[in-house]
């Protein structure tokens, strides 16, 4: 079957950097996307990666190894605001998106 | 910027009630979709449309309907709704298909709870 693991809930301090771990194990992969979902509302776009290596978007980052079907997201100077879900997902070889369950980040001050 | 708009954010119903969930975007997208979003679980797709009157199954279609007559207006059908369709429910559009060019924009969701 086809998989996507995220951690379920990661804590970091407000202005440090925190890295947010996806692995995947799919039929195929076409791209990998990131996601940010605050708390009652829509899952907003952040990043998506389908070559290898760092994408950079100011304070945020994406980092992808396809023969290692990982991952991850790099948040830095972190905000309070920052507290939301990220979720994970991954085109598959039928042009089909996984999701990961989403990883829950809570910013303390 | 597109907007996918649900009209209703919460929704409560009783057990074998027929429910309508409605979203309607505004950037003349192909495509639309409707997953659901539980606790613990990734997202799930219900049903996807890729053209008016056209619609095709997702991963859990069962219990569910789709109706697509315009091309902004992907409704949702629960024929008779149960409570383990409790849940929230997220619409989302594409241009064309997905991909780092065609990205997903979601509505903000409607929390269904059903009794």
């Known amino acids: 079957g086809q998989n996507i693991d995220q951690p379920t809930e990661m804590t970091a301090t407000e202005g440090a950097i925190v890295q947010i771990n996806c692995t995947y194990q799919t039929s195929g992969f076409n791209g990998l996307f990131w996601y940010q979902q605050h708390a009652g509302e829509a899952p907003t776009f952040l990043s998506y990666?389908?070559l290898d290596g760092l994408e950079e978007k100011g304070r945020f980052s994406s980092f992808l190894s396809r023969s290692k079907g990982y991952s991850y997201l790099l948040l830095k100077e972190l905000q309070m605001k920052d507290s939301a879900s990220y979720l994970c997902a991954v085109i598959d070889s039928n042009y089909q998106l996984i999701w990961g369950a989403g990883t829950k980040l809570i910013i303390k001050p | 910027d597109v907007k996918v708009t649900q009209s209703s954010r919460y929704l409560v119903k009783r057990t074998g009630e027929k429910v309508f969930l409605e979203c309607v975007q505004d950037?003349?997208?192909?495509?639309m979709f409707w997953y659901r979003q539980d606790p613990g679980l990734g997202l799930r797709l219900i049903y996807f449309s890729y053209d008016v009157k056209m619609k095709e199954k997702g991963d859990i279609p069962e219990g569910y309907s789709v109706s697509r007559e315009k091309k902004e207006r992907f409704s949702l059908i629960l024929e008779s709704a149960s409570t383990n369709q409790t849940s929230m429910y997220l619409c989302?559009?594409?241009?064309?298909?997905?991909?780092?060019?065609?990205?997903?924009?979601f509505g903000a969701g409607s929390r269904l709870t059903v009794l």
């Open positions: 950037m003349d997208h192909e495509n």
């Open positions: 990666n389908v």
């Open positions: 989302a559009s594409t241009l064309g298909g997905v991909s780092g060019a065609n990205v997903l924009t």
